[in-house]
């Protein structure tokens, strides 16, 4: 069977791009530093039209790549055998909102920005924040996607309530429920959560939703050293003042960054700093930051700056930057390892003492509320092939240290292809084995992004 | 092979019992109506002995009936097909409190009220509080119980961080992370959560634990109908007062359980009630109360009660008691149905011209803030055959019901043995042979407490 044959499924020419006439763009991840090939590009408007197609790909044994927005960073997007590339960022319709309920309904390739614009709009509040928010909300359940806002209101995870799904064979599946509670029968909607493309394809979304909170406050909190910063967390968590978020960053990063941006933190006399912000009534963000501010200086705060607007604008953009400062024309291997919060010093001991032992610049910095660390390799100007064999050293202790400190290699960006083998290195065999076996009831012929995290 | 060969497995005769032997309250539930038989009964201590216990089991195909604290109310502890049944209630160790990230590890047969104590006496706080104290958190987690406080906290699956299992061949399978963020391959702990059993014997639980809420204060706010108090649901959510609990009750089943526990409410106008608690800081408590002081009252409300220690005592006394007033020496059917909240006065509104249609006694009340729903049927004095095919006929109507409301049979008890036949019908063939070939990879012997759920 002839992959031109997809155009009499799809009868608009501009929606089925064959070979050669695929752009580049559509070959790679949001890093576009590998390329795959593929046989042909489709994007698709609607459920029946992703049924049609995987009922074709599922006959013909062509392996399916499914593609959001593509800005993923671990080459999930990438299409490592041919075949073809599904593209759903045109299924993009909010579709109805449930003022009731507290519930969204929405189709996959909505983007994270449009949906937390709508719902904004009418008062409501999707939580879950990912850094990206060009990025589609498929895309996001399909990694578990977490962001800035964990501490406080959890994942993506959190916030899907039903999914309709087509599984490999072209079946229509719809998993979880709109209702809040579930105890009917084996959690499947759990199971699409975080598969990365690899069980079906997403075609329907309800997600709940909260109402906004009145108003948003940030704190930054000079230490002497990450450690002592990183010992107040779990301080400031029991001292029930319910922060949003708790980010970590080191001097040394916040300096580039601040010239990068050409915006300086209110204070610099810190080694390391948390930076918070509380949600909600004002009272209620008085009276937390209040309570943090009693349990970091009693514990080794420098100083405690409760933000006004434009500073707490400007500390998020710094923040925000810490990667693209030092990584702007210059290659980078980005990585989110997840590790007990309080692990979070001697894993960044380790990785500084790791990146020195192989000659290799690495940052950090991450939400601190959760343990989920960045970790960033810098190539600079290192020829090419060292720097491949100089990363996978460093990459495989990293993820042995993390491991063995009872963390895990993705908190929030999923395994994709690029992690792939050092996932399936400190994964223990019976749970790759579960996975796959799973992977085989949903996708027979193995047909849904082969190649990728598990299988 | 014998069952008498288990004594060599467990060498300790108090530990293992066989047939005849074995007492009546092992082969029933929590409403002791429906009884079961066995071929022996296994106390474990630890994973081992499981471990040694299903590999005998798998190999010479016994049925494995799990058991907790045998407080369910759906038969899922109920041996159907002879076997062993598996009592987990002695592995019940409290075994490592983590203060730093928040967690706590322990053995499956821990009873939800003294991991409530234990966690209290730390300054801790574990949110599920489904109404079954004496169940075991193993229990729980089978169920994905639920309780008064899911509208603030969410539900038992939301408090575990990892399991270990043992599968129906005898493997042990750690799933899940002690991290707070996971995007690293399939979720298989949440399979695991709500299975009822049908896939393996959890051995260890580690949960998430949160910080104690400094106080927790009642309101009572009757209405003229139920309907009216159902529609200010959604708008005291939307108000962002964050309830911790939000239950409904109507006049008539209130007046019996003040009877018989020989308590009254503090206020007697309604011809319905909502009875909220919030919990938090006192300051944040009075201001959400406040918010939902003005928006009930300004949607119907007929007063607004503020409750102080004693009458809120005495509120939830009698809220507890609802069923029990009622179902005294008198048989009745649970049901849980849940149903989007919006859909509860519809719901009840059914349930009753159903009940009268079919001559059955029914009372309901439940959870409001998260549309769960407890149904009874109540037997009184009705002939065995006639009780059996009157309810029959009701249960059909109200689970087809609560699905064109897309709503579940189950919130929060689980399906087990009694409702099996109804969630098979409302339950869609494909969703059934998903799980029943999830089965197949976990249990491929279909040992695992068969003839439930969906199996």
Redesign the interface.
Known sequence: MEYSQLKNIIKDENRVILGEHIEKEYLTDGLALEYGEADALVFVKNTNEVVNIIRFANENLMPVTPRGAGTCLTGASIPTKRGIILDLSKMNNILEL?????NITIEPGVLLKDLQDYVESK??FYPPDPGEKASTIGGNIS????GMR?VKY??T??YVRELEIVSGDG?I???G????????????K??I???EG??GIITKITLKV?????ASVSVLIPFDNLKTGVNCI?KI????SNPTAIEFMENNIVENSEKFVDLKLPCNNGNAYLLLTFD??E??IS?NINKTREVVINNGALDFRELNEEEALNAWTIRGALASSICQNNEQVPI?I?????KIPQFVEFTNECGKKHGIQVIYFG?AG???IHVSAIRNSMESNEWKQRTHKLLNELYKKSNEF??????????GLTKKEY?EKV??D???E??R???N??DKNNILNIGK??C
Chains 1, 2 share one sequence.
């Open positions: 449930d003022e009731e309920n507290l008062k409501l990694t578990n996607a977490g964990a959890g994942v995870r959190d079946t599946i719809t998993v429920s709109k209702t809040i509670k579930n105890s009917s029968g084996l959690d499947l759990d199971l959560v975080g598969s690899t069980l909260i109402p906004k909170p009145a779990s968590i029991k001292s029930n909600g009534e009272d209620e009276a989110d997840v590790v007990p919060i309080d939400h959760d343990g989920n009872n963390g895990l290699p993705s908190g929030e960006h999923g395994i996932f994964t223990k019976e749970n790759l579960y996975m076996n799973i992977k009831i949903f995290v598990y």
